[in-house]
């Protein structure tokens, strides 16, 4: 079969980095699927109890900044070597995860948080050039569905490994994800650094040398326009991780979901359900499973797609897919929306890095792969902001009932946590929790934020085809 001709034709050190980027994955999600909701948690639930702007910020302008780092980090792995960065990398990573939990206030979680991505952005640019390195125009398709594969290996058994010790306190997450990450020690010794150009430039001629290069890439107006583009796909894209597990945690009914899970599979109703309901956090984690069990197959489906071409479809099918998880409080039909969007998304995102990887220059692949962090730099930055403005604007529980209160007259002591707040409003108006997460979601609309999430990717799936149409197409270059 052409498929098992195609996997035999990788090299050792491509498997090997696909391993580490799976470890890796596995204690980034690990954490970061259950990110927001710690942050936004009431903090008699284990949360910090921040506001959905301050977790926009947190995670946006701080996701943003580990995407920008790569443009730098890129050249220094090129200059001091993929193998010596990485080790610097998982130092940085594990201290930063164990350090993690003692740092409870605001400023205090965003300067933690930039560390960790200190961590991330030495280790990006590297493992994407290696499998860039190890694959050519016959196989790359696959090879690069192959290892965003292994990066939803990761982010599908991070969070279900970290859940079953959540309720136990977020500490133990942190610890968790340090202590995988650790793991990529061992795996370190058997990565053979791919072929590079050796650098002569002392690290101050190298830095000043990223940035001139920073330069030249934004004078390149044709690539600049598709990186911009491609930022509306990351925007929408980070929803999954910065908005939806708040929104499943707020408003969606998952007792149906416990209830089959309690009677087929109690195993699971007892790991990752609490007080009747499914985790947040393992509902969003279907995303990953589809891709787990899809990703390959569909790589081989668009083999021959031109990626601009499989991008546009990708992103339209995610942008639907997207939106109706937040249309509906059925947790079955959030579940099918996943699976919409996940089918967008393994057509469209790997394809991104397969575009940049096949048209950079051979010897300066870690390079133009950190150039390709750009769009994911700037959707992560305004993720934070749909994340945070808009998503407190339209959509949070605290925000709505304290709207709903002040538009009753409803004089409340000072102090109260958001638990607390939302409890007493519920005996004010002589409600249930449930009844009253019913009036806000009839009267206030929260749903109406999948609006904004569709327009987002919408624009972005058109404007690609626009590029496409009148950039790429008019141009003498193939792509």
């Known amino acids: 079969?052409?498929?098992?001709?195609?996997?035999?034709?990788?090299?050792?050190?491509?498997?090997?980095?696909?391993?580490?980027?799976?470890?890796?994955?596995?204690?980034?999600?690990?954490?970061?699927?259950?990110?927001?909701?710690?942050?936004?948690?009431?903090?008699?639930?284990?949360?910090?109890?921040?506001?959905?702007?301050?977790?926009?910020?947190?995670?946006?302008?701080?996701?943003?900044?580990?995407?920008l780092l790569p443009i730098i980090t890129g050249s220094i792995a090129d200059k001091f070597g993929y193998k010596r960065v990485l080790a610097v990398s998982f130092f940085i990573y594990t201290s930063a995860f164990f350090m993690f939990p003692h740092f409870t206030s605001y400023s205090g979680v965003f300067a933690i948080y930039l560390y960790l991505a200190l961590g991330a952005a030495l280790f990006k640019p590297i493992i994407s050039a290696t499998i860039a390195k190890t694959t050519n125009e016959e196989n790359?398709?696959?090879?690069?569905?192959?290892?965003?594969?292994?990066?939803?290996?990761?982010?599908?058994?991070?969070?279900?490994?970290?859940?079953?010790?959540?309720?136990?306190?977020?500490?133990?997450?942190?610890?968790?994800?340090?202590?995988?990450?650790?793991?990529?020690?061992?795996?370190?010794?058997?990565?053979?650094?791919?072929?590079?150009?050796k650098s002569?430039?002392?690290?101050?001629?190298?830095?000043?040398?990223?940035?001139?290069?920073?330069?030249?890439?934004?004078?390149?107006?044709?690539f600049m326009i598709f990186l911009?583009?491609?930022?509306?796909?990351?925007?929408?894209?980070?929803?999954?991780?910065?908005?939806?597990?708040?929104?499943?945690?707020?408003?969606?009914?998952?007792?149906?979901m416990f209830q089959f899970f309690s009677e087929n599979i109690p195993f699971i109703a007892n790991q990752y359900g609490h007080n009747g309901q499914m985790e947040a956090e393992f509902i969003t984690n279907f995303d990953a499973m589809y891709i787990i069990i899809f990703q390959v197959f569909v790589s081989a489906l668009i083999m021959k797609w031109r990626p601009l071409n499989a991008m546009v479809t990708g992103f339209i099918v995610n942008a639907i897919g997207m939106a109706l998880t937040f249309y509906s409080q059925n947790v079955f039909f959030l579940i099918f929306a996943l699976l919409i969007f996940g089918i967008g998304e393994m057509m469209g995102s790997p394809k991104i890095t397969e575009y940049i990887g096949r048209n950079a220059p051979k010897d300066k692949k870690?390079?133009?792969m950190g150039f390709g962090f750009i769009p994911v730099f700037i959707g992560s930055y305004l993720a934070?902001?749909?994340?945070?403005?808009?998503?407190?604007?339209?959509?949070?529980?605290?925000?709505?009932?304290?709207?709903?209160?002040?538009?009753?007259?409803?004089?409340?002591?000072?102090?109260?946590?958001?638990?607390?707040y939302f409890d007493a409003v519920a005996i004010r108006l002589?409600?249930?929790?449930?009844?009253?997460?019913?009036?806000?979601?009839?009267?206030?609309?929260?749903?109406?934020?999948?609006?904004?999430?569709?327009?987002i990717g919408f624009a972005a799936a058109t404007l690609l085809l626009i590029y496409n149409r009148f950039i790429v197409q008019n141009s003498s270059k193939t792509v």
């Open 366 to 368: 870690a390079l133009y």
């Open 140 to 197: 790359s398709s696959v090879g690069f569905g192959i290892f965003y594969m292994m990066v939803n290996i990761g982010a599908f058994f991070g969070p279900l490994l970290t859940l079953v010790y959540k309720n136990e306190g977020y500490n133990l997450v942190f610890y968790i994800s340090g202590g995988i990450i650790a793991l990529n020690f061992l795996l370190l010794i058997f990565y053979k650094e791919p072929q590079r150009e």
């Open 1 to 67: 079969m052409k498929i098992i001709k195609t996997l035999k034709s990788y090299p050792t050190t491509f498997w090997i980095a696909n391993s580490i980027e799976l470890i890796e994955r596995w204690a980034w999600y690990g954490f970061y699927m259950l990110f927001a909701n710690y942050l936004t948690r009431s903090v008699e639930l284990g949360g910090l109890s921040f506001s959905q702007i301050e977790k926009g910020n947190i995670m946006g302008l701080g996701t943003a900044i580990l995407y």
């Open 228 to 256: 911009i583009i491609i930022a509306g796909f990351w925007t929408m894209y980070y929803q999954l991780f910065f908005t939806l597990p708040v929104f499943i945690e707020q408003w969606v009914d998952s007792s149906k």
């Open 384 to 420: 934070g902001k749909v994340s945070g403005i808009g998503y407190q604007t339209l959509s949070d529980k605290h925000s709505l009932v304290q709207q709903l209160a002040s538009s009753e007259g409803f004089q409340l002591a000072d102090g109260l946590t958001k638990q607390q």
């Open 430 to 455: 002589n409600m249930t929790s449930g009844e009253l997460t019913n009036h806000l979601w009839t009267n206030y609309h929260p749903y109406n934020i999948w609006i904004l999430v569709f327009g």
């Open 200 to 222: 002569q430039q002392s690290l101050l001629e190298m830095i000043n040398d990223s940035f001139l290069q920073i330069i030249t890439v934004l004078k390149d107006l044709k």
